[in-house]
């Protein structure tokens, strides 16, 4: 069967049609965090409920670029990215949430420092594809999309989607050596 990819296509939160709750984002090693999520479908009610708390949770999140299922306690491959106003970012798609998604083009590998809600005292350089072909489905609607990016907002999906296979920046960093205490807390 051949899958009809589109971009956003001008999604937005709206499109979820629910009011998203703030969650308790857990901290490792809560082992949620180091299992791979299962997949889910993207039409159903507990999805689109999941996708609208994600949201929620990330906009009083101050720094927040990202926030996957997991994160939140829920085994699932569901995550938001918002990279809106990051001064790193050059590509920026505003906010959306993909469910299911992989990585299908990865390429110009290069290392940069980042830092999760869920190791809150520790950042690290972690090496990452600057520019990256991404496929998921969108919450609600279940459309197939096909996201192009680079740069940050490339780094903040690959970070994403980590979490949803059970890893933590911390998992690719380079050793020892490339882990560093936070200096600002946001």
Known sequence: MSVEYAGLDGWTPDALALPGQVRPVVAAPNPVLSRPGGEVDPTAEETVQLAADLIATMRVSPGCVGLAAPQVGVGAQVFAVDVTGHPKAVTVHGVFVLCNARVVEASRWKAGREGCMSVPDLT????????????GELPGSGASVRLVTDGFEARALQHEIDHCAGLLFLDRV???????QRKVYL
């Open 174 to 180: 380079a050793g020892a050596h490339a882990v560093y």
């Open 124 to 135: 690290g350089d972690v090496k990452r594809a600057s520019r990256l072909v991404v496929e």
